[in-house]
């Protein structure tokens, strides 16, 4: 039997589950035209933009300096002429600064430092490496990793895992990785695991993809303390705290954090450009993004940071209906794009794009109390509970019943014969508590 969690969902039987359009599309490079780079890309106050209008940049040059303990620097993804230094639309509600820069396509990049190689490089320089590379979580919370891998000194970690999961509906980014960049992955892992003290590394990959299973297992042969795990497929596998449940048999607490259990979780990519950071010297400039769903060839491409929504549906041969609903991420839990104008960001693994008769919402009805929404959350919260709190706007009661420790994975929604819209009233009233200790 396959490990996995309590809860969950199944949408590999859903005929939308989408992964084989571009499971089997190799990689392929797309150099933009123009790059437009958030200096808010990760959790954490925004970057300070140290370039102005009329700057030459290379690739690799830092244009934004870190503001704050979660701060990060942002790098240059094209060489070329910074046209603007201001404030654009993208995800967030309000607008961000942004850099703006046109690429001359010559592709120069400044020089690079590698640190050393991952089995010597001496492991105090491995994390201000990580940081001076601008690394954030790749696979959708963009949490700062030079942060996560400084494990705080009343806490100790005993397992690093990489998350390969992919439970994500249509997106295939780090399948693709795991296939094509097997030992950057690798090599990744070592360099956490040697930077944090930790003997054991574990890669966990859903049993929908045996052969990212099986090139990972290759390349893992003969790496101290790295083993492959194949978990059941469910959603939302790839989840922290169902990861780490599932691999250790332990619980992360509830308000606490993966280190409170012991544990450190990575994506896959994260650990790739950490192998870049080190070994090369490269910051985080470029991603693997699939982009796919009413597309005419749906694909898998290296997109540099700062890309636009349309460049890159346009280099997969632009849609093939008109797009009701573009999502930043996978159709589960990413954001709706406001235009096809926003940008690639570190975090951004997925452009899905659906028809008006795929995004078309169902019409809300009455809770009939059947618990379904109890039996698939992963958390083992009462979402029919913490809907009705938040209709009454009672937030503190929300709280009390755990809508903190919602991971707004959308399995309880997405079970719903009533078709309530669970996940949406969850995620709006935790920003209406965000928004309001932000005002205190």
Known sequence: MKKTFRGGV?????????????SACAVRPVAPSIVVIPMGMHLGAPSKPCVQKGDLVKIGQRIGEPVGGLGLPVHASVSGEVIAVEERQQLRAAPEMCVVIQNDMLDEWVELSPVGDVETVEAEKIIPAVLNAGICGMGGASFPTHVKMNVPEDKH?????????????????????????SSRIVDGLRLIMRATGVNRG????????????????????????VEVVALKTKYPQGGEKQLIEVVTGRQVPRGKLPADAGALVFNVSTAAAVADAVTLGKPLVERITTVTGCV??????????????????????????????????????GLCAPNDTISITKATNGIVVFSGEQAKALEEGPCIR?????EACPIHL???????????????????????????????????????????????????????????
């Open 370 to 374: 059947c618990g379904r929404c109890i």
């Open 382 to 440: 009462l979402p029919y509970q913490l809907k009705y709190d938040c209709e009454a706007a009672a937030l503190n009661r929300a709280k009390e019943h755990g809508l903190m420790d919602c991971v707004a994975c959308g399995a309880c929604a997405y079970v719903c014969p009533a078709r309530r819209h669970l996940t949406a009233s969850f995620k709006a009233a935790k920003d209406e508590l965000a928004a309001k200790a932000r005002r205190r």
């Open 296 to 333: 005419n060839k749906p694909s898998n491409l290296r997109l540099r940071v700062g890309t636009q929504y349309a460049e890159a549906i346009a280099a997969c041969g632009g849609l093939t209906e008109e797009a009701a609903k573009i999502f930043a991420g996978g159709p589960m839990t």
């Open 157 to 181: 970690a005993d397992i690093v895992i990489l998350n390969g999961a992919e439970c994500e509906p249509y997106l295939t980014a780090d399948h693709r990785n795991m296939l094509e960049n």
């Open 202 to 225: 574990v890669i966990a990959i859903e049993d929908n993809k045996p052969d990212a299973v099986a090139a990972m297992q290759k390349a893992a042969e003969g790496r101290s303390g």
């Open 10 to 22: 199944h949408p590999l039987k859903n005929i939308h589950e989408g992964k084989p359009l571009t």
